[in-house]
C-alpha cells in the first residue's frame, strides 16, 4: 500500500504551539495574540460595497477571470510597482496565494527526482508544496549550494516573512540571471511588497530594472490579504511569463479551479483604491513602533523587520524559552524554528493585534 499523501508532508507547525497559548490565554487580563499575522481591521467600504454590488452572481465563473480583475491588476502593478510590458495573458486571479504557493509545483509539472529551492528562513508553504509534488527541496539563501543540481522551481520572498528582510535590486538581478542561466522557473512571493517601513523600497521581480525588460522564466505572486484587509476574501493573483501562466491555467481548467465572480469584483474595488491602503499603513507602522521600542527596552533586538507585518526578535536564547516567558505574560508569539532552522533564536513578533492589544503587549513588556 502506498504511503498517504499526508505521510509526505512536514508535521504543521502551529500545533505545537498549542499549550503555550493555552497558558498565554490564561492571563487575567486576557491573551495578547501577536502570532498569526492575520488582519483585525474594517475591510474596506469601498470592498464591501463592491462585494454586495455584485452578489448576484448565479453563474459559473471562468479560470481565466474577468478581463477587468486582470486588467486592475495589471494597472496596480504599473501604478505602484513600476511594472511594464504585462498583458491580460500574464496574469492569472487565483483562490487565495497559499493555495496558490502549496499547488504551484505540482501544477508546473515538478515531481520526484526534481529539486524546489527556497529560502532559508521562509513560510513553511514552499517545502509543502514541493513535498506535495513529491520533489525533493532545499532551503537556501546561497546559489552555491545547489552544487552542480539545478532546481526546477526557486521561490524568493521579498519583502520576506518571518523577518521582514528586503532583497536589494542587484541580488534580484543576479538571481533572475542564475535561473535564466539554468532554465530554472523563478516565483517572488511579493505578498508584503506594500508593507515596507525602513530602507530601500522593496521591488517586485517583474519590475523592468530587475529583470531587464522581460517576464521570461519569471513568476510573481500578489495577495489582498495584507495591504487590503481581505484574509477573508482569498484575492490574489499570479502574473508573469504568459507561457507560464498558461501552465498554470490549462491545469486549473481541468481541475475546476476558480475565483467566484463576486470577490473579483471587491479585488478590483481594492486594486483601484489607494486611499485605504495608506490610512492601513498609518495604523501598522504606529503599532510597529510602539512594539518595537517595547521590545528592545525588554533586552530584545530586532534584525531585518524593514518591511513585512513583523518584528524579527531575539534574546540570544532558545526560540521556545522566548515563547514559553512571554507566554506567561500572556503574550503569544511564533517561534522562528517553525520557519527554518536559521530562525531557532529568533520569535516573530507580529503587529496585526488592535491597539487595544497592542498596547496592552507592551505593558507586559514594560512592566
Not at 524546489?116 to 514541493?130: D, K, S
Not at 516567558?325 to 503587529?351: M, N, Q, S, T
Amino acid at each position: 500500500m502506498s504511503q498517504p499523501v499526508s505521510g509526505r508532508l512536514p508535521d504543521f507547525p502551529w500545533d505545537k504551539l498549542t499549550t503555550y497559548a493555552r497558558t498565554a490565554r490564561a492571563h487575567a487580563d486576557g491573551v495578547c495574540d501577536l502570532s498569526v499575522g492575520t488582519p483585525v481591521d474594517a475591510t474596506p467600504a469601498v470592498v464591501q460595497d463592491a462585494l454586495r454590488a455584485a452578489a448576484d452572481s448565479p453563474g459559473y465563473p471562468t479560470t481565466i477571470g474577468l478581463e477587468a480583475t486582470r486588467q486592475a491588476a495589471i494597472d496596480w502593478l504599473a501604478r505602484r510597482h513600476g511594472v511594464s510590458g504585462l498583458g491580460l495573458d500574464g496574469v492569472l486571479p487565483v483562490t487565495g496565494s497559499k493555495e496558490l504557493i502549496g499547488s504551484m509545483a505540482l501544477h508546473l509539472g515538478i515531481g520526484a527526482g526534481d529539486l524546489v529551492g527556497y529560502p532559508a528562513l521562509a513560510y513553511p508553504t514552499y517545502e509543502v508544496g514541493a513535498a506535495l509534488a513529491g520533489a525533493d527541496s532545499l532551503a537556501t539563501d546561497s546559489l552555491t549550494a545547489f552544487g552542480p543540481r539545478t532546481p526546477r522551481l526557486l521561490w524568493l520572498n521579498s519583502p520576506a516573512n518571518p523577518s521582514g528582510r528586503v532583497l536589494p535590486p542587484n541580488h534580484l538581478r543576479k538571481v533572475v540571471d542564475w535561473c535564466r542561466e539554468r532554465g530554472t522557473i523563478l516565483v517572488s512571493d511579493e505578498c508584503y511588497i506594500e508593507c515596507a517601513w525602513e530602507g530601500e523600497a522593496p521591488l517586485s521581480i517583474l519590475d523592468p530594472q530587475v529583470n531587464g525588460g522581460s517576464l521570461d522564466g519569471i513568476l510573481a505572486v500578489h495577495s489582498l490579504s495584507k495591504r487590503s484587509n481581505l484574509a477573508g476574501y482569498r484575492c490574489a493573483f499570479v502574473a508573469g511569463d504568459p507561457t507560464l501562466v498558461g501552465e498554470l491555467l490549462a491545469v486549473r481548467k481541468n481541475l475546476g479551479l476558480q475565483m467566484p465572480g463576486p470577490q473579483q469584483r471587491a479585488m478590483i474595488a481594492a486594486l483601484e483604491d489607494d486611499v485605504h491602503v495608506e490610512e492601513q499603513r498609518t495604523r501598522y507602522a504606529a503599532r510597529r513602533a510602539l512594539l518595537k521600542d517595547a521590545l528592545e527596552g525588554a533586552g530584545f533586538r530586532i534584525d531585518h523587520s524593514e518591511a513585512s507585518l513583523y518584528l524579527w526578535a531575539t534574546r540570544g536564547e532558545d526560540c521556545w524559552t522566548t515563547v514559553g516567558d512571554l507566554a506567561e505574560r500572556g503574550i503569544l508569539v511564533a517561534p522562528g524554528e517553525f520557519y527554518g532552522a536559521a530562525g531557532r533564536e529568533h520569535v516573530r513578533v507580529a503587529f496585526t493585534a488592535t491597539d487595544e492589544r497592542v498596547a496592552a503587549a507592551v505593558a507586559r513588556l514594560e512592566g
